[in-house]
């Protein structure tokens, strides 16, 4: 069956903090797919990344970064440098390749104070 | 902005009531997608239209429907409101449906108050 955990319920960081959101799944597909959203307070979600099992690179895009490891079937979000801005609910969301449907973790309320 | 336009942004309204949502999809996306966001069951996917036709079903109730039309707009009903259908219903849209190899693109919601 396929799942989704974020672990973290809520962080609380000071602006300028490294902060890793963690992400496990669970699929017995050998294809599939993650992605990552944020839905900032105003409530929109909003696409971060997506990355298929096959390409196991790490990005970076700015002061985010993504760490896909299948050995742990983990893949986490790190915001370098947090801003203020930088606070929302963050999701990671999983697909299989014979459906299109995401299954979304419970999420990761991410608080960044000044 | 992703693109996709959902309305209205609220709705108020009775239980028991029936009320339509409506969302348009990016410009030449053919797929589209419903999920609701409850407090409760958090982000649920509820049913996928693909180029007019019924893609994929979640776990939709039977009291909601949906349907896609050929401009590619598509609405979703939900009959007779209980309390606990309150919710921030989302439309995504996505451009070709086939498999998990699109990115779907979120509408802004519309959070559907059920009194």
């Known amino acids: 069956a396929q799942k989704v955990t974020q672990a973290q319920t809520e962080i609380s960081v000071v602006e300028k903090e490294d902060v890793t959101l963690d992400c496990v799944y669970e699929?017995?597909?050998?294809?599939?797919?993650l992605f990552w959203y944020k839905q900032p307070p105003s409530g929109e979600l909003v696409f971060l990344i997506r990355r298929n099992s096959f390409d196991e690179q790490n990005e970076i895009s700015g002061r985010y970064s993504w760490n896909f490891q299948k050995s742990t079937s983990s893949f986490n979000f790190t915001i370098t440098a947090s801003q203020v801005v930088d606070s929302a609910v963050y999701f990671c969301?999983?697909?299989?390749?014979?459906?299109?449907?995401?299954?979304f973790g419970t999420g990761t309320r991410l608080q960044v104070f000044p | 902005d992703s693109g996709v336009t959902q309305t209205p942004k609220h709705l108020i309204t009775a239980t028991g009531q029936r009320v339509t949502l409506r969302c348009s999809p990016r410009?030449?996306?053919?797929?589209v997608y419903w999920y609701q966001q409850s407090l409760d069951q958090g982000l649920q996917f509820l049913i996928q239209?693909?180029?007019?036709?019924?893609?994929a079903k979640g776990n939709i109730l039977e009291r909601f429907s949906a349907q896609q039309f050929p401009d590619l707009h598509s609405e979703l009903n939900l009959s007779s409101l209980e309390l606990g259908d309150s919710a921030l219903y989302f439309c995504a849209s996505s451009g070709r449906g086939g498999g998990g190899t699109d990115t779907q693109y979120f509408g802004p919601g519309t959070r559907l108050t059920v009194l």
């Open positions: 410009s030449g996306d053919l797929s």
């Open positions: 239209y693909y180029n007019g036709e019924e893609r």
């Open positions: 699929t017995r597909d050998t294809t599939y797919y």
């Open positions: 969301a999983l697909s299989e390749d014979n459906t299109d449907k995401l299954i």
